[in-house]
T-cell receptor
Framework: EAGVAQSPRYKIIEKRQSVAFWCNPI?????LYWYQQILGQGPKLLIQ????????DSQLPKDRFSAERLKGVDSTLKIQPAKLEDSAVYLC???????????????FGNGTRLTVT | AQSVAQPEDQVNVAEGNPLTVKCTYS??????LFWYVQYPNRGLQFLLK????DNLVKGSYGFEAEFNKSQTSFHLKKPSALVSDSALYFC?????????WGAGTKLIIKP
């Protein structure tokens, strides 16, 4: 099966600019996650979608970050305006939903490395 | 507060020797435990999980992990390390619908 696709792989922007990341999950996976991974740290969940509905966005800085998952497939994460501390790798992941698959593993894309200067 | 600890930032092992990467957790209720591996410039890959049953679970690439309820640990092990096992390893625990991640352990296997 094709894996989780993310683009771009790398992005360099200046602070106060805006940026968008795109993710295409594995076909049939209804649950989609966006994580932020700062160098030397574990992944931090930004937002979780179930189909096109938001399940958890408690750690999403909503004053500057936004995400959408139109039609319950592809997703876009946007930062506007960016700050220096947003420099990180942004990982998209997907998993199968359902009670039986509650503990199904996450499948990650290769991530987008964002550098804010 | 719920947490996952990986007490070693880095583990160095000679090729062919057994390896252990440690993970301990503090969560309420029954935990569901996972190990993931991250190679340079790549996303995380699932290695193995413990949900219930036998305390020793086997996963990808010859890795296994032992669940110890009394010590609240889930250490990752491999009998004979390969240079290609060098990577960043993350332990994660699912509790109350939340997935809690450790900070990661860098594993270096020397030829």
């Amino acid at each position: 099966e094709a894996g989780v696709a993310q683009s771009p792989r790398y992005k360099i922007i200046e602070k106060r600019q805006s940026v968008a990341f795109w993710c295409n999950p594995i076909s049939g996976h209804a649950t989609l996650y966006w994580y932020q991974q700062i160098l030397g740290q574990g992944p931090k969940l930004l937002i979780q979608f179930q189909n096109n509905g938001v399940v958890d966005d408690s750690q999403l800085p909503k004053d500057r970050f936004s995400a959408e998952r139109l039609k319950g497939v592809d997703s876009t994460l946007k930062i506007q305006p960016a700050k220096l501390e947003d420099s990180a790798v942004y990982l998209c992941a997907s998993s199968s939903p359902g009670t039986a698959d509650f503990n199904s593993p996450l499948h990650f894309g290769n991530g987008t490395r964002l550098t804010v200067t | 507060a719920q947490s996952v600890a990986q007490p070693e930032d880095q583990v160095n092992v000679a090729e062919g020797n057994p390896l252990t990467v440690k993970c301990t957790y503090s969560v309420s209720g029954n935990p569901y435990l996972f190990w993931y591996v991250q190679y340079p410039n790549r996303g995380l890959q699932f290695l193995l999980k413990y949900i219930t049953g036998d305390n020793l679970v086997k996963g990808s690439y010859g890795f296994e992990a032992e669940f110890n309820k009394s010590q609240t640990s889930f250490h990752l092990k491999k009998p004979s390390a390969l240079v290609s096992d060098s990577a960043l390893y993350f332990c994660a625990v699912k509790s109350n619908y939340q997935l809690i991640w450790g900070a990661g352990t860098k594993l270096i296997i020397k030829p």
